[in-house]
């Protein structure tokens, strides 16, 4: 069952975002409950949520601007890692945003993420360019990909 970040109050909704990516990444969180919740609040910012017998599995989370998406977040719980549900978050948020008539979407993935790398390239994103230092903790670079959706649509 997916959910949207309508379905919750904001700030507890804040909450359990960051408590997924702090216990996901293997660095923690990359944003604060504080960021959670001031993007939470913006009108072009979308959360999908995959939940299963009431557990929280993870989440999508992007940026609609005009007919573009911006990905911030694509987060499995680590035990639930490598058993498909991020491609079943990715394709539920594709299905939507083809009925948006969505043209393009975005995102950076680390470089040494090959298993997500590996997952978007399998959903038909492209390798675009790279940004030095984009990550923290530890330094790397940051790929960039790009889903055209009406190549994915036909």
Same mark, same amino acid.
């Given at each position: 069952?997916?959910?949207?970040?309508?379905?919750? *109050?904001?700030?507890?909704? $804040?909450?359990?975002?960051?408590? =997924?990516?702090?216990?996901?990444?293997?660095? +923690?969180? *990359?944003?604060?409950? !504080?960021?959670?919740? /001031?993007?939470?609040?913006?009108?072009?910012?979308?959360?999908?949520?995959?939940?299963?017998? !009431?557990?929280?599995?993870?989440?999508?989370? #992007?940026?609609?601007?005009?007919?573009?998406?911006? /990905?911030?977040?694509?987060?499995? @719980?680590? $035990?639930? @890692? @490598?058993? +498909?549900? +991020?491609?079943?978050? =990715?394709?539920?948020?594709?299905?939507?945003?083809?009925?948006?008539?969505?043209? @393009?979407?975005?995102?950076?993935?680390?470089?040494?993420?090959?298993? $997500?790398?590996?997952? #978007?390239?399998?959903?038909?994103?492209?390798? =675009?360019?790279?940004?030095?230092? #984009?990550?923290? #903790? *530890?330094?790397?670079? +940051? /790929? /960039?990909?790009?889903?055209?959706?009406?190549?994915?649509?036909?």
């Amino acid at each position: 069952m997916y959910y949207s970040k309508e379905n919750y *109050p904001t700030q507890q909704l $804040a909450e359990k975002l960051w408590s =997924i990516c702090e216990e996901s990444y293997s660095h +923690g969180s *990359p944003w604060t409950v !504080d960021q959670f919740r /001031i993007d939470l609040d913006q009108k072009n910012s979308h959360y999908l949520v995959l939940v299963e017998d !009431d557990q929280w599995l993870g989440f999508i989370s #992007y940026h609609l601007i005009l007919d573009e998406v911006e /990905i911030t977040h694509v987060v499995i @719980q680590s $035990a639930f @890692q @490598q058993q +498909g549900y +991020g491609k079943k978050l =990715i394709d539920q948020m594709i299905k939507d945003l083809i009925e948006q008539n969505v043209h @393009q979407v975005f995102l950076e993935v680390r470089e040494s993420n090959f298993d $997500a790398q590996k997952l #978007y390239e399998k959903k038909g994103f492209k390798t =675009i360019n790279r940004r030095v230092n #984009y990550y923290n #903790y *530890p330094k790397e670079d +940051g /790929i /960039i990909m790009c889903l055209k959706v009406k190549e994915v649509n036909q």
